[in-house]
């Protein structure tokens, strides 16, 4: 299958770059500039941070005689996004400190600081470093933060899960001591040591790779998003094993067609003390077959699709000790958060905050800072980009309600609100073709205006928006999605599940606010008096025959209708 | 009330008489009253008829020492002044430096003419410590050899006005000198009167031990001059802008600019390390404010005055007993004036003053230096300036400075600004180009080095550059950063350091930086390097001054008085140079 194309300009510069260590550490000492060497700045998202620039302020600074205004995101490493109230604590004094100010909770349950300057870069992982975090491989051809269903409620499910995420995100974690030399102060590793990356190889992966594990029916962590998947299986009161999903995935490229968002396909099921073994023999099947040449073609659903299901399945069971069992049955109900209190019946709650686009500051950060001082319980970041206030003792709910109260953090909803997402997009990422987490709000208040009108302010339904293709918020599996294209203008798709198992279909190309306000405000007109019972919105414009259903990663292009301009 | 004297009381005039001819001459130009010190000179010579006694150039030649101590360089400019004066009446005069100078040196001159500004909260300048504190000492020499007289500068607006100079005079006394006058405190306003001082004070001098022949006029006035000579603070140079543009980012604390001028057809010959002087405009808003707290409004012609010549800002505690006697109101307690302005004397008691006795009451509107932040043989005819804008709030009212905000904000490129230059020999690269340089200039301190660095370029100057640069956020601060890349890349700048106060928990500043780079710091000193300190001098001068102690004292393994030893004789080598304000 391999045709032989030269390899991307990546691959040289991670196999010059000693395992990840390129020039970064003199690149922190040059004063004269907030940014570090180009080549330096792929190798950084291995660990864990993207140079950026604040993009509002380019128009000026050139007449000021000064650089962009770089500054650095920092992504960090927390598998299930599980952090203790102290770790939450620092997370907040580095914010405070060392970043804009803001937490930023993501969509791979963890936290992103943004506005970082290149001087604080040590500070701030010393700091994280300091309360047992990590920012390692949190970004780069790597397994990234590995995510997993936040259900406390659950207990030992839940446990169960959260250990397995740590101890995959541990056993795929590259092996170099690069971010300990470069952050920590480390040692550096005496003359005799050869390093190596037994798993990821000394080139790492072609390409990112993601992984989530799904406690059924919860699907909050988009299970057919990532390039793998595991969804356990629990039978009589036990996680009996867990169904493998891969090839899923949401990047593609506008005007690309050749580049598309893919769903995870179920290639079988594994025991549970068979599941790193099959992560790492799945990783290496991308290692070995991914493809090096073109970046926009390196995940593993192109991998899949390229060489076709059985292939790649066979080609895994090759390395597998244990081979893969036929997959067993599964039901999902729900990509969204139980927002608001879960009290169990031995009195342990857990209350879910909603937090508009995982975007932290001011009021609520101080509230949140009030609730960690408590020192009870856990905090743990949704794939939805919200917090779960975890494991409440009774004794302290009544403590945590008012804190929650004075700091007016308990908010009424709408159902589409509730289930909504953004990427950051604009100011500081620089992919963003448009705005989305400053803009989406204000286009769901229109929204919201609409459905009030035809009854649907509670119900459910999902709609994710972002500033470019590349699919952060996982806009291909929303129910309503908008991805940017330009400043004000957004593609605008329909018909993805509400449970996550089905992509969505392009429905109007180049629409500004107005007119998805008009494109969207009928179809909830005809959905509140045409729909079956219990039928989601999603379900209900591929039956209307809005869009066309999107069965396949491979069709999402095709059979678009005429609106769509196909 | 007493007027703000543009003659000193201490002409020889009538007190009503002095008051009488300040009130033409306060609304004189400048034309007109160089029109009429030539008229009255020129009819003095012809008549043949002089009022003090002599004096034809003493048969002898007197000698005469003039002994300045200066920080921003209006004493060693007035040594200079005095010394032309000198050598009219016939003196065989010399200007030293107070830097240069022992009390025993001083006090084997016969006569001592001492120019002194104080600087700060009442200090001496930098450069002139060791005398002075010699001078304080127990065990410093008599003057009873010496005739002496002292011209203090200071500023009425800082609570130990004229100091220094006060403290000199009656230590001279002290030690069994013979005063040949009394001392003048000067104001910022200081040239006319510390002029007409020096000619009372070395007639006198002459008078006593000059030459018996009175025959020929000692007054020289240079009729050719107006005009033909280079810009001053009286006659400044329209300077038209030819670049007007922000350099702070739109979120920064600070509002800086970049603002070029043009110096075509001035006579301005500036060397790096001098300043422009600006003379500025108030703003017509404040103007109007003021008019109408003194019940004055619609007084277009006091108006013009308030905006264009008299300083209608700095509050002085002299001014604060004035309006209090003028209006019979009671005098408020000597730490009200702290922070206030004008404005707010006038609003305690509104309505009470005539437009004369408010013109009498303001100082004449000063005018403002600015460090030149380029070099001519990078930049040709022009000077480029770094003016930040000061705003801030005190006593419940928004406070703004005069010049930085009508230069910034009420100026555009197109516009004209009344500039001038005011040398400072004492603030230049070193003559051996090959001598390293370490430049500590935070904020607008950076502006100076920006012309060395241009000059240093422009000659190939092979000398290593170090610069330290601080301000409060690095992402809306950077000033000139990309220009500073560039001279990095092509090794003009050996090095740069940067302290960026706000940008962290812990604050950062130059001092902190030069700390930490103290073994390089000390090495660059053993190798002969000038440092150079540019920008504010409460705080920053004196933390760098502390650094430095403190660098020498640790690298050089030896206690404070050994590390201010030191420092002292680096100082004495022309290699520890300061231009703070």
């Known amino acids: 299958m391999d045709i032989e194309r030269p390899l991307s300009a990546n691959e040289g510069l991670k196999e010059r770059s000693n395992f990840l260590r390129g020039t970064i ?45 770089f500054s650095f995101m920092v992504r960090m490493r927390v598998p299930a996004g599980i952090l203790t109230p102290r770790q939450w604590l620092k997370v907040e004094k580095l914010a405070l400190e060392r970043g804009n100010g803001t937490i930023r909770l993501t969509t791979r349950e963890t936290v992103q600081f943004h506005g970082v300057l290149k001087g604080n870069l040590q500070p701030l992982m010393q700091g994280l470093h300091e309360d047992l975090l990590d920012t390692i491989a949190a970004c780069g051809d790597v397994n990234r933060n590995v995510i997993a269903t936040v259900a406390p409620w659950e207990r030992a499910h839940h446990a169960t899960i959260a250990t397995l995420a740590r101890d995959l995100s541990q056993h795929l974690l590259p092996k170099t001591r690069a971010w300990h030399e470069i952050w920590i102060g480390e040692e550096k590793i005496s003359g005799g040591v050869v390093e190596d990356e037994p798993i990821l190889g000394r080139t790492y992966l ?94 593993l659903k ?265 | 009330m007493q007027t703000a004297p543009l003659l000193p009381s201490t002409a ?10 300040n009130r033409v001459i306060s609304v004189s130009t400048a034309e007109q009253r160089a029109w009429l010190s030539g008229y009255l000179a020129g009819l003095q010579a012809a008549s043949g008829t002089h009022a003090a006694t002599p004096a034809a ?87 009873e050899k010496t005739r002496y007289a002292v011209l203090a500068l200071g500023d009425r607006a800082y609570a130990q006005f004229c100091e220094i100079g006060r403290r000199i005079d009656e230590r001279l006394a002290a030690l069994g000198g013979a005063r040949i006058t009394d001392r003048i405190d000067c104001d910022v306003d200081f040239e006319t009167p510390a002029n007409g001082w020096i000619d009372a004070t070395l007639q006198r001098l002459n ?51 970049h603002v070029a001028v043009s110096l075509e057809g001035s006579g301005i010959l500036y060397e790096p390390g001098d300043a422009l002087g600006v003379v500025p405009s108030n703003d017509p808003a404040l103007a109007d404010a003021v008019l ?22 700095t509050l002085t505690q002299k001014q604060v007993e004035d309006f209090a006697r003028e209006t019979g109101t009671p005098v408020p307690p000597a730490e009200w004036a702290a922070g206030r302005q004008v404005i707010d004397l006038l609003e305690t008691a509104p309505g009470k003053l005539s437009a004369e006795q408010l013109t009498a009451l303001l100082r004449p509107l000063p005018p403002r230096y600015y460090s030149i932040a380029s070099s001519r043989k990078a930049v040709g005819e022009e000077a480029h300036l770094l003016v930040a804008a000061v705003r801030y709030a005190a006593h419940g009212r928004p406070r703004q400075g005069v010049a930085s905000v009508d230069i910034t904000a009420r100026h555009r490129a197109g516009d004209k600004l009344k500039v001038f230059l005011r040398a400072n020999p004492h603030f230049r690269l070193p003559a051996d180009n090959d001598r390293p340089i370490i430049m500590v200039g935070p904020g607008t301190g950076l502006a100076p080095f920006r ?38 890349k092509s090794r003009l700048l050996t090095r740069l350091d940067v302290a960026f106060s706000r940008d962290q928990p812990e604050k950062r500043y130059v001092q902190d930086s030069l700390w930490d780079a103290r073994a390089d710091v000390y090495r660059w000193l053993k190798d002969g390097a000038a440092l150079y300190v540019c920008g504010d001098a409460n705080a920053m001068a004196k933390d760098v001054h502390a650094a430095l102690l403190r660098i020498l004292a640790d690298q050089g393994r030896q206690d404070e008085a050994a590390a201010k030893a030191e420092l002292d004789a680096i100082r004495r080598d022309g290699r520890y140079l300061r231009d703070v304000y």
């Not at chain 1, 509670?458 to 291909?476: E, K, L, S, V």
């Not at chain 2, 020889?12 to 001819?21: D, K, M, N, S, V």
């Open chain 1, 25 to 69: 550490a003199n690149g922190l000492t040059r004063v004269e500039s907030g940014a570090l060497a180009d080549d330096d700045t792929q190798l950084t998202k291995f660990h864990g941070f993207y140079q950026q620039d604040d993009r509002d302020l380019r128009a000026e600074r050139g007449k000021q005689r000064m650089e962009k205004a």
């Open chain 2, 12 to 21: 020889p005039f009538a007190e009503e008489h002095i008051a009488a001819l």
């Open chain 2, 292 to 313: 109408n707290a003194a019940g004055l409004a619609g007084d277009e012609a006091l108006r013009n005055a308030l905006v264009n010549r008299l300083d209608i800002t």
């Open chain 2, 207 to 257: 008078a006593e031990v000059g030459a018996k022949d009175a025959g020929a006029s000692v007054i020289h006035v240079d009729f050719a001059r107006p005009g033909a000579d280079a810009p001053t603070r009286a006659r400044p140079f329209e300077a038209e802008i030819t670049e007007h543009a922000r350099l702070s980012g739109s979120r920064s604390s600070s509002d800086t600019h």
């Open chain 2, 451 to 488: 012309g060395f660095l241009q000059e240093r370029e422009a000659v190939g100057a092979g000398g290593r550059n170090w610069l330290v640069f601080g301000h409060r956020n690095y992402t809306h601060d950077f000033l000139y950063q990309l220009e500073l890349q560039d001279w990095l």
């Open chain 1, 206 to 299: 072609p390409r990112k790779f993601k992984i989530a594990i799904a406690l059924p029916p919860y699907n909050d962590i988009d299970v057919f998003a990532h390039d793998l998947g595991f969804i356990a299986i629990v039978q009589r009161g036990r996680i009996v094993g867990y169904n493998v999903v891969a090839g899923g995935g949401m990047g593609m490229t506008h005007g690309e067609s050749e580049t598309y968002p893919r769903a995870g396909t179920v290639i079988g099921f594994c025991k549970p003390q068979d599941v790193i073994d099959t992560a790492e023999k799945i990783v290496t099947v991308q290692r070995d077959h991914g493809d090096r040449s073109n970046r926009k073609h390196a995940r």
């Open chain 1, 302 to 566: 192109y991998t899949i699709d390229d060489m076709g299901l059985e292939r790649f399945v066979a080609l895994v069971n090759e390395r597998l000790a244990v081979k893969l069992a036929p997959a067993r049955p599964f039901a999902f109900a729900s990509t969204g958060d139980r927002t608001g209190w879960t009290q169990e019946a031995d009195g342990t709650s857990h209350f879910t905050l909603f937090v508009e686009n995982g975007r932290i500051r001011g009021t609520m950060l101080e509230g949140l800072h009030a609730i960690a001082a408590l020192d009870t319980g856990r905090f743990i970041m949704t794939p939805n980009q919200n917090l779960v206030i975890a494991d409440i003792p009774p004794a302290q709910r009544p403590q945590v309600e008012a804190l929650l109260a004075a700091y007016g953090l308990e908010k009424p909803l709408s159902g589409l609100r509730r289930n909504a997402m953004a990427c950051v997009a604009l100011p500081t990422c620089g992919l963003a073709l448009a705005e989305s987490e400053r803009y989406l709000p204000d286009l769901i208040t229109r929204l919201e205006t609409e459905l009030e009108r035809f009854g649907l302010s509670q119900d459910d339904i999902t709609i994710r928006m972002t500033g470019c293709p590349n699919g952060c918020a996982r806009p291909y599996l929303s129910e309503i999605a908008l991805v940017g294209r330009t400043p004000g203008l957004y593609n605008l798709y329909l018909g993805g599940a509400h449970e996550g198992i089905r992509l969505n279909k392009l429905h109007r190309r180049d629409v500004d606010g107005d007119a998805i306000v008009a494109a969207l405000s009928p179809l909830f007109g005809s959905y509140a008096t045409e729909r079956r019972p219990g039928e989601h919105f999603g379900d209900y414009v591929i039956r209307a025959g809005i869009v066309a259903e999107t069965t396949a990663g491979l069709d999402f292009h095709a059979n678009l209708s005429h609106e769509a301009g196909a």
């Open chain 2, 57 to 143: 150039p003493p048969a002898k030649r007197a000698p005469l020492t003039i002994l300045f101590a200066t920080e921003s360089g209006n004493a060693e400019a007035l040594a200079n002044q005095a010394r032309k004066v000198a050598a009219k009446l016939g003196f065989a005069a010399k200007v030293v430096d107070m830097a240069d100078f022992t009390p025993a040196q001083a006090a084997a001159s016969e006569n001592l003419l001492v120019v002194a500004s104080t600087w700060g909260e009442g200090d001496p300048p930098q450069r002139a410590v060791d005398f002075y504190e010699a001078l304080m000492a127990d065990d410093a020499p008599r003057f």
